[in-house]
């Protein structure tokens, strides 16, 4: 049964949102930046109208499995101090993943319009030799 956690922090400069889902033991992320300090309205609002869309990272090994613990105090105190960490070291690295993916998919792309320019730019310059060499 795949499990999703959402971490809502201040970085320095944004408020940032970071849902980690796990299933059969593996471990996606998805990172969304919400700007201002988001109310839970807004929060639920966002969860409910784009979850759906958001791009989670490659799934790598979570490792063990939180239970979750049924005291309410203890709960509390489990989220407290998960709030202090921020993003875990899994969700880092699943992030981390996700970002050189993208990468190396924008080098590719990046590199065929490259060459694609060139081909053009080289046909260009064959027409215009055969042109200058046409008789009148």
Same mark, same amino acid.
């Given at each position: 049964?795949?499990?999703?956690?959402?971490?809502?922090?201040?970085?320095?400069?944004?408020?940032? /949102?970071?849902?980690?889902?796990?299933?059969?033991?593996?471990?996606?992320?998805?990172?969304?930046?919400?700007?201002?300090?988001? =109310?839970?309205?807004?929060?639920? +609002?966002?969860?409910?109208?784009?979850?759906?869309?958001?791009?989670?990272?490659?799934?790598?090994?979570? /490792?063990?499995?939180?239970?979750?613990?049924?005291?309410?105090?203890?709960?509390?105190?489990?989220?407290?101090?998960? *709030?202090?960490?921020?993003? /875990?070291? =899994?969700?880092?690295?699943?992030?981390?993943?996700?970002?050189? &993916?993208?990468?190396? *998919?924008? =080098?590719?792309?990046?590199?065929?319009?490259? +060459? &694609? +320019? +060139?081909?053009?730019?080289?046909?260009?310059? &064959?027409?215009?030799?055969?042109?200058?060499?046409?008789?009148?």
């Amino acid at each position: 049964m795949p499990g999703v956690t959402l971490k809502v922090f201040f970085d320095g400069q944004f408020w940032i /949102g970071i849902f980690e889902r796990t299933e059969d033991g593996k471990l996606s992320v998805s990172r969304t930046v919400f700007g201002a300090e988001p =109310k839970e309205q807004q929060v639920l +609002e966002f969860i409910l109208r784009y979850y759906l869309k958001l791009h989670f990272s490659p799934p790598v090994d979570g /490792g063990k499995i939180q239970t979750v613990a049924s005291n309410p105090k203890r709960r509390q105190r489990q989220i407290a101090r998960s *709030a202090e960490k921020g993003i /875990g070291t =899994k969700s880092q690295q699943a992030m981390k993943l996700a970002q050189e &993916a993208g990468k190396l *998919a924008r =080098k590719v792309r990046s590199k065929e319009q490259r +060459e &694609a +320019e +060139e081909q053009r730019k080289r046909e260009l310059h &064959a027409e215009k030799k055969k042109a200058k060499h046409r008789g009148h």
